[in-house]
């Protein structure tokens, strides 16, 4: 397991296995938020798994599937909720943590400069210079 800070209530991680969850616990995470499809991962890795083991550790744990395809409005503000809805920090996972790398960054518009997103996620090792347009234009709508 790889955490990755990109700020200190929110860090992404490439994906988790039941055997991480003692250290996610251990490391202060209130909550996990899995952003990756179990269409994607065997069954030992599916989020009935690893959401049994997080929750038996005493954490929060939510299910916000991501692809290209959903990586909509509606649920950047729903993955922001998410992050934003509990006492501490949130443990984001997906298969490499760029898509919740991504859909944080693009729930930060209303927030934080696109020069700052960027920074933060390019610190935690996501080079994410592709979604400055988009970024930019999220911004200058009103977010």
């Given amino acids: 397991m790889e955490i990755r800070q ?3 209530r929110y860090a992404v991680s490439p994906q988790i296995c039941v ?3 003692p250290a996610i616990a251990a490391a202060g995470f209130v909550k996990v938020i899995c952003n990756r499809p179990n269409s994607e ?40 909720d998410l992050a934003e809805s509990c006492s501490g920090p949130v443990l984001a996972y997906c298969a490499s943590g760029t898509r919740c790398s991504v859909i944080w960054a693009l729930g ?5 400069t696109t020069d700052e ?27």
Avoid at 47 to 63: F, H, K, P, T
Avoid at 108 to 112: G, H, I, P, R, V
Avoid at 117 to 143: C, F, M, V, W
Wanted: charged fraction near 20%; hydrophobic fraction near 40%; glycine fraction near 8%.
């Fill in 108 to 112: 930060q518009c209303n927030a934080m």
């Fill in 6 to 8: 990109i700020t200190p």
């Fill in 41 to 80: 991962v065997p069954a030992d890795l599916q989020s009935d798994a690893i959401g049994q083991a997080v929750r038996a550790a005493g954490l929060e744990y939510e299910v916000l599937e991501l692809t290209h395809q959903t990586m909509t409005p509606d649920n950047v503000a729903l993955q922001k």
């Fill in 117 to 143: 997103i960027l920074d933060a996620t390019g610190k935690a090792g996501y080079a994410l210079e592709n979604l400055r347009p988009t970024l930019d234009q999220i911004r200058h709508s009103g977010g």
């Fill in 19 to 21: 055997d991480d969850v």
